[in-house]
């Protein structure tokens, strides 16, 4: 968690949830008498029969094929539209757009989703300077983006959102015949860290030191790693993903319950502790989905225990990376001191 973004929250409230989910009909095995829920609306998960989640996921959980595929070609004539419009009478350049967030990933949930779209600038030259001039790059990008909306014909609708913020703009790509099936978009402006970096290749490790001796905040330059957050679970089997969806979705279920008693933890270090269940579980492509997902929900229950990190993109040989990691380690997890 370089970041430090990934402990916040209320762990116990989940925790919570987690273990009143354990004692539910879906993770036992075997006939359950229930009733089952008629057609006409989606069963709850607490009704699903453990045998009957990966029904449950491509039933319920999982985006139309046809949807995502128009959302793709969306995306692709933006992105071009943007790298080739873009800042045409400046001396900026956009070098590469990147899409990330759960449609990158894979493991958009069916409904509205959410998505980023990171436009990586020439004018960035080191973390320090992000933040410069947003005010005018929003506005640059919006104008093209008005202009991408007027000049190609979609197959999905294109609203660009009206709302006036200088550190992001938005826009919506929603089905024509699909009821409720839509992703929302944030167009982030980063500094391009990575550069042009090959596929399962180690960033510099000056990337990593310029990040920690330049910034107080590291959090706030998440996007500049968009491509590894988005590779580290691209990566992985299907299977995974669709048990990432699965946690996602009773986590939101989860935020619904229990609104006003606290925050929960985001939502990414479900992702990453799903990841980690499924590595430390063998690695098995074709897992049996109930188990994976009660030792999830059993993980979660042990949140104080919890400690997991991945060397995948860094070394921590190198002396400033290493000790910055023993430092995040050392620090208070969960609203708890760290174990001896």
Aim: glycine share 6%; with cysteine; proline share 5%.
């Amino acid at each position: 968690d370089p970041t430090w973004n990934v402990g916040q929250g209320d762990w116990k409230l989940l925790a919570q949830e987690a273990a009143a989910l354990g004692s539910q009909v879906c993770l036992q095995s075997g006939d359950g008498t229930l009733v089952p829920p008629w057609d006409v609306t989606p069963a709850l998960l607490h009704q699903t029969l453990a045998e009957d989640l990966d029904k449950f996921i491509s039933e319920f959980l999982q985006p139309n094929r046809h949807f995502l595929t128009q959302v793709k070609r969306a995306v692709d004539t933006i992105c071009s539209f943007l790298k080739e419009n873009c800042f045409r009478n400046s001396t900026i350049k956009v070098l590469k757009v990147v899409k990330g967030g759960s449609s990158a990933k894979g493991t958009a949930l069916q409904g509205r989703s959410d998505a980023d779209l990171v436009v990586f600038l020439s004018c960035f030259r080191q973390f320090s300077e992000q933040g410069s001039h947003r005010a005018e790059i929003i506005s640059e990008i919006q104008a093209h983006l008005e202009a991408c909306q007027q000049m190609h014909s979609f197959d999905v609708k294109f609203e660009v959102s009206k709302r006036k913020n200088p550190r992001v703009l938005s826009f919506t790509l929603t089905s024509q015949t699909l009821l409720d099936q839509s992703v929302d978009f944030d167009v982030l402006p980063a500094f391009d860290a990575l550069g042009q970096l090959r596929s399962g290749s180690r960033p510099d490790p000056r990337v990593y030191t310029d990040l920690i001796h330049s910034c107080s905040n590291a959090g706030e330059f998440s996007t500049c790693f968009t491509e590894l957050q988005r590779d580290f679970i691209t990566s992985r089997p299907t299977k995974l993903k669709s048990l990432i969806r699965l946690v996602k979705y009773w986590y939101q279920q989860c935020n619904k319950t229990i609104k006003g008693k606290g925050s929960l933890p985001p939502q990414h270090g479900l992702e990453l502790l799903t990841v980690y269940a499924w590595e430390q579980g063998g690695q098995n492509p074709q897992f049996n989905m109930a188990e994976g997902f009660r030792t999830v929900l059993e993980l979660i229950v042990q949140y104080r225990q919890l400690c997991v990190y991945w060397t995948i993109n860094y070394s921590a040989e190198d002396k400033t990376i290493g000790d910055f990691l023993k430092m995040q380690l050392r620090k208070p997890r969960f609203g708890h001191p760290p174990p001896r």
